[in-house]
């Protein structure tokens, strides 16, 4: 049941208690991080200036996953928090992104790091278990698995023993395209409902909750399956299958109408980033080759265009304003995706791959750039403070958090 609220502020107070939405401070932090964890990560792996917490692709996969993702993932769902309880959520993230540069196994910055993701999974994981349809609830085990991922490669950086291998940073990715996959189709579905019922009076085709089941139960299925090599092939239909399925979701919510919205067809690039990367995958798990570098169109095409549209999204609505006025929203989903084509064309580009690899980083990174700082905008124009909801009101138009 939503609650509305009683004064029209970003900070309040619970009895002796004040609190704050995390995201406000989370969000303009994790797109800072992601501005420059991709040149770092480059000028550490390719031009001998060493970052130990960068010092290797899983390293940089990790950071990517647990230092950036989880933390959007965060700032999205977790609320209002008392405001101490916030400032050592954020105190946690800053001492194991900064100390982690330069001391990544030193123990005060990896339990720096562990309280962080603990702290998150201690706000999260219980949430969607009183969910009352079981696609609701699949999000609590997903938000705990990705939870336990970044524990364990944490501790692996810690004993410096992090796999070369990229099994677990795949596993990681494919749980993430499922979260991805899930909550946008859930932001995506009512945003454009309301948009055709109130420009055409027409409506929408929703959540379609069939092909969401499908996707679940064939996204859950694969990053199992693809864990032994004989199954790998079977792995590579049911990706083949979701992707189709997440491209057909798109086409039944008619982009080509929501031509007067660009903040919603900048979601709805990023998720036709998902399902090109699925048909991708599958097309690399048949062949056989190492499929770490089609993770990319996940990572930059998927994850950069949702995690910015959602974060500014949320932003500008918790600002009274209005998405479809933002002039950046559809310029930084075209940012994304040229670079996510860089790193991907960037496989077969003979002697002109780190240009590529240079050129897909500062796109990266003037994207993020850009939107870290309408982040912060918005952020100083914020008046109203998250409504609550059930747990199986996940986060809609206009009401973006699960109460804690």
Known sequence: MLKSDAKP??????GNVSTAPAWRWLFPLAALHAALLVPLSLLSLYHLQELPLLASPAAHGRELLFGFALTVIAGYLLGPLPTRRLQALVGLWLMARLGGLAWPGALPVTLADAGFVLLVAWHLVPRFIAAKKWRNRVLSPLLGLLCLLALVTLTWRHLGVMPTTTLVMHQGVLWLVLLMVFMGGRLLAPAVNGYLMASRRQAGAGVQPRIEAALILLLGVTPLLMLWSPLRPLAAGLVLAAGLLVLWRL???????????????????????????LLLLAR???????????????????????????MLRQAILRAKARPEAEPLLLPLALLFTLAAVLRLLALDAGSGWLHLLWGSALAWSLAWGLAAWRLVHWCRRTVRRPRR??????PREGYRRVGP
């Open 251 to 277: 086409w039944r919510w008619r982009p080509w109408a929501c031509r007067g919205r660009p903040d919603l067809l900048g979601l709805m690039v990023g998720y036709a980033w998902l399902g090109a990367g």
């Open 389 to 394: 909801l059930d747990p199986d009101q996940l």
């Open 9 to 14: 502020s970003s900070n309040r107070r619970t």
């Open 284 to 310: 690399a798990w048949w062949q056989q080759p190492h499929a770490s570098a089609t993770l990319h169109a996940f990572t930059i095409g998927a994850l950069g265009t949702l995690a910015s549209g959602i």
